[in-house]
């Protein structure tokens, strides 16, 4: 097959690849972040578990060194109880009624107040002399000098006053027992005898003051009402003189029996009022009837001479329709019948209009009386009102003589009471617990200490180690891989040295056993040197799901990458390349690494040419190709590093040469340089069957992860997946999602990986293909693989 026709189904093949149709905006669409789970939180404070320990060692250390350290505080406690205010001669019924349902102003909270007033402080201090000892004021203590206190000037005096009444207020607590009636009174200080001195003090002098206070206001009292007794006695002399005086002047005498008879009058009248109007309107209505011919109102039935002529008037009609019938209207008897009825109409006329007339008189009378009512009701109104005004003026003149004589005889009555009430005015608040001198320091309270430690130390702890995960921005686990990316797993490498493997399968701890010496099989290859360890099962899982990754036929071409340098992409392109050459296929391993080559050191070989003069035109294929150490495996290394790398991998003798090896062996697997350090990996995803990603577990960053698949897709290149290296097993990152794995696995499966079961590891000569490690260990001119 030629090679034009080669490169036409390759192309074909690579456009019709379902995968291709997934562009970048649709996976970072699809690479929407999971949301964590109980379990992902276990996880991390699991996995970062030291740094939580060591944060609550370092706060219980600080937290106990403190206490110890701390002077030692004693605490006085006083109680007292507050109860509710005596009675009190000065406040009526009412009042009296809201102070026993609990409704007084003097609360609890007025009285804690008044115990935390700098006054009470002052008076303590004096009472007790603490501004003259220094282990209460300190350098604010009174200076003396012989004996006698040196004076200071009134600002420094109140200075000096300030200071003290800040240190008590410092030291002191005052707060309600619960929902009692009680008031805990604390003061704390180094000395236990000074902390319960205080505390009573305190207390003393809220009671003293309670009851000055109570004796001063009820002697204010008695006073004033003693000054104002006399101009109230004069005020309500004078309003019972303005009252009598009033009632002489207007003539008002029994206002009560004349304001009866008043509106007793006052109210027939508007009685009557009403019944002539009701009258007027009947007789009116009766009135404009009868004006217009209704025999209603006309009375027909009442008034018997109308009543007769409407009869003959209607017989008189009656008769005169028949003879006019019968014989015609110029018959004698018809003409005579006629007549008569017209003298009967007349008549009734003349009735009706005597009718009206008397209806017209009628209701003019009632118009008439009306008239006369409304008259006198306005006239008694007059009257009523007038004497409602004098009333009212009266009324108010005697009220408020009444008033004054009420004011006066209550205040003679509280004046006689305050006198009495001074001497027997009586406390409301008495001492429940005095003050005790305490024989255990309050302060530091070491075990309640350490306890706040401890749960703050674990609540830092677990915040720190939250924040430490939300400031990592690497990959860890295949699921947080496939959702950054979108991109499926293709494999998990386990990061395991041969020292680390072979004590998992002999069940032997590695903290027991010294770190083994370097070997020239250690410095190999794992999945050529152990191909019976944990690391080279997983390489072979690898093989299984990229030859399974493609529809139709596995991927003949393989490209490895990764975003950055050191995520171990050669090693896993040198392993894969191993576990399917030991499947017996051909398999050619080309290093297009023309920067940092390094396939070469790993398989121990030393070419002096390689890819880089291939194509320059500085050699051929066939002269380039090496044999390894592995039965079916071939190098093409990368040779001299070239000055534009990107330049010959993207040139057509690189196409051609692909589609050659595309042909000659079953597979071809590449490494290419980190696609975010150099174009030449993104040049050659798009002439190879399928791409895979390689990323290196806790080093690899999510916005390179992003930005390397995302300039894969933008080329429209392949992507099979990505390989998750080095990944720490024993990591609870993926205990909870392995949990067949980790040490656990080692040593569930140690005796499966043990040496006796291995293989030997030995190279048959198969073939002209085929070479032994001694032979692949020097350097190599040709290669039988071309």
């Known amino acids: 097959m030629s090679s034009g026709k080669i490169l036409d189904q390759t192309s074909e093949l690579t456009v019709q690849d379902p995968r291709r149709a997934i562009n970048p905006p649709q996976l970072q669409a699809l690479s929407s972040s999971a949301e964590l789970g109980l379990g992902d939180y276990w996880r991390i404070l699991v996995k970062r578990k030291w740094t939580v320990i060591t944060f609550v060692i370092v706060i219980v250390t600080a937290a106990l060194i403190v206490s110890w350290r701390m002077t030692p505080i004693y605490d006085g406690v006083a109680r007292i109880n507050w109860s509710r205010q005596m009675p009190n001669f000065f406040k009526d019924d009412a009042s009296q009624g809201a102070v026993e349902n609990g409704n007084d102003p003097l609360s609890l909270e007025t009285q804690i107040r008044i115990l935390q007033s700098d006054f009470l402080a002052l008076q303590v201090i004096k009472n007790l002399g603490?501004?003259?000892?220094?282990?209460?004021?300190?350098?604010?203590?009174?200076?003396?000098?012989?004996?006698?206190?040196?004076?200071?000037?009134?600002?420094?005096?109140?200075?000096?006053?300030?200071?003290?009444?800040?240190?008590?207020?410092?030291?002191?607590?005052?707060?309600?027992?619960?929902?009692?009636?009680?008031?805990?009174?604390?003061?704390?200080?180094?000395?236990?005898?000074?902390?319960?001195?205080?505390?009573?003090?305190?207390?003393?002098?809220?009671?003293?003051?309670?009851?000055?206070?109570?004796?001063?206001?009820?002697?204010?009292?008695?006073n004033l009402l003693s000054k104002q007794l006399a101009d109230l006695q004069i005020k309500m002399e004078t309003s019972e003189a303005k009252a009598v005086e009033y009632q002489k002047q207007h003539n008002i005498i029994g206002i009560d029996d004349k304001t009866n008879l008043?509106?007793?009058?006052?109210?027939?009248?508007?009685?009557?009022?009403?019944?002539?109007?009701?009258?007027?309107?009947?007789?009116?209505?009766?009135?404009?009837?009868?004006?217009?011919?209704?025999?209603?109102?006309?009375?027909?039935?009442?008034?018997?001479?109308?009543?007769?002529?409407?009869?003959?008037?209607?017989?008189?009609?009656?008769?005169?329709?028949?003879?006019?019938?019968?014989?015609?209207?110029?018959?004698?008897?018809?003409?005579?019948?006629?007549?008569?009825?017209?003298?009967?109409?007349?008549?009734?006329?003349?009735?009706?209009a005597n009718q009206v007339q008397t209806l017209q008189n009628d209701y003019e009378a009632?118009?008439?009386?009306?008239?006369?009512?409304?008259?006198?009701?306005?006239?008694?109104?007059?009257?009523?009102?007038?004497?409602?005004?004098?009333?009212?003026?009266?009324?108010?003149l005697q009220q408020e003589a009444e008033s004054n004589r009420i004011l006066y005889n209550g205040l003679l009555t509280k004046l006689k009471e305050a006198s009495l009430q001074a001497g027997l005015n009586s406390s409301n608040i008495r001492i429940v617990d005095p003050a005790r001198i305490p024989l255990h320091p309050a302060r530091p309270n070491i075990p309640r200490n350490l306890e706040f430690a401890l749960l703050l130390g674990l609540v830092g702890g677990v915040a720190m180690v939250f924040v430490l995960e939300a400031l990592d921005m690497t990959v860890r686990t295949p699921d947080q891989i496939e959702s950054v990316s979108a991109l499926p797993t293709v494999g998990v490498i386990p990061f395991r040295s041969l020292h680390e493997e072979s004590a998992l399968r002999g069940g032997i701890s590695r903290t027991l056993k010294p770190a083994p010496v370097a070997t020239a099989q250690s410095m190999l290859p794992i999945a050529y040197a152990d191909p019976q360890s944990e690391t080279s099962e997983a390489y072979r899982a690898l093989r299984t799901s990229l030859l399974l990754s493609s529809p139709g036929r596995p991927p003949r071409t393989i490209l490895f990458t990764s975003a950055l340098p050191q995520d171990g992409k050669t090693t896993t392109s040198v392993n894969c390349a191993i576990v399917l050459a030991q499947q017996g296929k051909r398999v050619l391993l080309v290093d297009c690494d023309l920067r940092r080559p390094a396939l070469s050191k790993i398989l121990k070989l030393r070419p002096e040419i390689g890819l880089s003069n291939v194509l320059s035109g500085g050699a051929k294929p066939q002269d380039v190709i090496l044999a390894t150490m592995q039965p079916n495996l071939f190098l093409m290394p990368s040779g001299p590093l070239p000055p534009h790398p990107s330049e010959l991998l993207s040139s057509d003798l690189m196409r051609e040469l692909l589609l050659r090896w595309h042909e000659e062996y079953e597979h071809v697997i590449i490494d290419s340089p980190p696609v975010l350090s150099a174009t030449d990996g993104v040049l050659l995803s798009v002439q190879v069957d399928l791409t895979v990603l390689v990323v290196r577990a806790n080093r690899t960053t999510t916005p390179a992860l992003r930005r390397a698949r995302d300039l894969l897709l933008n080329v429209n290149a392949i992507l099979g997946g990505v390989v998750v290296n080095a990944v720490d097993m024993s990591s609870p990152d993926y205990y909870y999602y392995y949990s067949g794995y980790g040490y656990k696995y080692g040593r569930k499966y140690g005796g499966y990986y043990s040496d006796k079961n291995a293989p030997k590891l030995e190279n048959a000569g198969n073939g002209p293909d085929s070479a032994s490690l001694d032979d692949a260990e020097k350097p190599a001119t040709g290669s039988s693989g071309s």
């Open 366 to 396: 009632a118009v008439s009386r009306e008239q006369m009512l409304q008259n006198a009701l306005n006239e008694q109104t007059v009257e009523a009102n007038k004497l409602n005004v004098d009333a009212i003026d009266l009324k108010i």
């Open 262 to 352: 008043t509106t007793e009058k006052l109210n027939e009248l508007s009685k009557e009022l009403i019944d002539a109007q009701a009258d007027r309107i009947h007789k009116d209505s009766i009135y404009q009837m009868a004006k217009s011919g209704s025999a209603t109102a006309l009375g027909l039935s009442q008034n018997g001479a109308l009543s007769g002529l409407r009869q003959q008037q209607l017989d008189l009609q009656a008769q005169y329709a028949q003879l006019s019938t019968l014989f015609g209207p110029s018959y004698p008897s018809v003409v005579q019948l006629q007549n008569r009825l017209k003298q009967v109409n007349k008549s009734y006329e003349e009735e009706t």
């Open 130 to 222: 603490l501004d003259k000892q220094p282990e209460f004021a300190g350098k604010y203590a009174v200076k003396t000098s012989g004996g006698l206190a040196i004076s200071d000037s009134p600002q420094e005096q109140l200075e000096r006053e300030d200071m003290l009444i800040r240190l008590l207020h410092g030291n002191m607590r005052i707060m309600q027992v619960g929902n009692t009636s009680l008031i805990e009174i604390r003061y704390s200080n180094p000395s236990p005898q000074m902390a319960a001195q205080v505390a009573n003090a305190i207390g003393n002098a809220y009671i003293e003051q309670n009851i000055r206070a109570k004796f001063d206001s009820t002697m204010q009292a008695a």
